[in-house]
T-cell receptor
Framework: DTGVSQNPRHKITKRGQNVTFRCDPISEHNRLYWYRQTLGQGPEFLTYFQNEAQLEKSRLLSDRFSAERPKGSFSTLEIQRTEQGDSAMYLC???????????FGSGTRLTVV | GDSVTQMEGPVTLSEEAFLTINCTYTATGYPSLFWYVQYPGEGLQLLLKATKADDKGSNKGFEATYRKETTSFHLEKGSVQVSDSAVYFCAHLPNFGNEKLTFGTGTRLTIIP
């Protein structure tokens, strides 16, 4: 088990373009989370899946953002019509049970120019 | 709402100094409490956790005790090393089914030889 894997590590895109990030959680973990971290801040919750069901979405997740976990394994986070304010580190995490804490991936750093 | 407040940085210490990073929280009920560490260019790693009052989490020489009466979870280490230089995040997870980890803003620690 190699932990939580995120791809790509870095993404530079022009404003208005669409981007998609992928997260592969630890295989036996049924919960998967997306967070966003801006410079100098702590991670902020975006959304959470239990198996393939998306159970909660933050108000931070505007209509331009969509996340999927079609088979309850890997997940994708898509941002449409990117804006400069979307520049951040996007972190994925997974967990097996409530209260056990998450295992985070190394993140995808998005820069919108 | 739920929140985590932690000591603002940056904190700079000499090697072998004693470290304290303060963390207090507001939450409904009795959440689980965590300290995560983020090394440059990497994702967050779980450092230690405590799931109920008076529990002490410990790892790699770091300790933190869950204090219900003061709603605190201060991180301590008796003798820091240069390799401890990183950003440290305090976080809590409610115990009533909400899966959202709430993080503090992080404290950047730099240890000088």
């Amino acid at each position: 088990d190699t932990g939580v894997s995120q791809n790509p590590r870095h993404k530079i895109t022009k404003r208005g373009q669409n981007v998609t990030f992928r997260c592969d959680p630890i295989s036996e973990h049924n919960r998967l989370y997306w967070y966003r971290q801006t410079l100098g801040q702590g991670p902020e919750f975006l959304t959470y899946f239990q198996n393939e069901a998306q159970l909660e979405k933050s108000r931070l997740l505007s209509d331009r953002f969509s996340a999927e976990r079609p088979k309850g394994s890997f997940s994708t986070l898509e941002i449409q019509r990117t804006e400069q304010g979307d520049s951040a580190m996007y972190l994925c995490a997974s967990s097996l049970s409530t209260g056990s804490g998450y295992t985070f991936g190394s993140g995808t750093r998005l820069t919108v120019v | 709402g739920d929140s985590v407040t932690q000591m603002e940085g940056p904190v700079t210490l000499s090697e072998e100094a004693f470290l304290t990073i303060n963390c207090t929280y507001t939450a409904t009920g009795y959440p689980s409490l965590f300290w995560y560490v983020q090394y440059p260019g990497e994702g967050l790693q779980l450092l230690l956790k405590a799931t109920k009052a008076d529990d002490k989490g410990s790892n790699k020489g770091f300790e933190a005790t869950y204090r219900k009466e003061t709603t605190s979870f201060h991180l301590e280490k008796g003798s820091v090393q240069v390799s401890d230089s990183a950003v440290y995040f305090c976080a809590h997870l409610p115990n009533f089914g909400n899966e959202k980890l709430t993080f503090g803003t992080g404290t950047r620690l730099t240890i000088i030889p």
